[in-house]
Nanobody, 127 residues
Framework: QVQLVESGGGLVQVGGSLRLSCAASGRTFGTSVMGWFRQAPGKEREFVGVINWTGRSTYYADSVKGRFTISRDNTKSTLSLQMNSLKPEDTAVYYC????????????????????WGQGTQVTVSS
């Protein structure tokens, strides 16, 4: 089973950018649908974006579409989230997550589909 470790969070001003990374260990990264979720204080965890095995298909929450980009490097077992034009409402703990291997990407994306989660990385956008 893959294990996930996020990094790259921090404090950024409104309109700024951050790039989150998720390092995966294990042999199944290349055949696992990967996703990013976030959870703000007092709110439920919400979907941010998802990417299929090959990286050719991505889907995003409406709130981040056009600002965030998910990518993956299967040769390095890494998942990335490039976040641009950040807003205060993007402040949250960001989690990467993996689906069981060989499970195809399906919409809508449900958190319960993901069986492995990282520990999270804090992103704070100051106004």
């Amino acid at each position: 089973q893959v294990q996930l470790v996020e990094s790259g969070g921090g404090l950024v001003q409104v309109g700024g950018s951050l790039r989150l990374s998720c390092a995966a260990s294990g042999r199944t990264f290349g055949t696992s649908v990967m996703g990013w979720f976030r959870q703000a204080p007092g709110k439920e965890r919400e979907f941010v974006g998802v990417i299929n095995w090959t990286g050719r298909s991505t889907y995003y929450a409406d709130s981040v579409k056009g600002r965030f980009t998910i990518s993956r490097d299967n040769t390095k077992s890494t998942l990335s989230l490039q976040m641009n034009s950040l807003k205060p409402e993007d402040t949250a703990v960001y989690y990467c997550a993996a689906c069981p291997p060989l499970l195809p990407l399906k919409l809508p994306v449900l958190p319960g589909t993901f069986n492995t989660w990282g520990q999270g990385t804090q992103v704070t956008v100051s106004s």
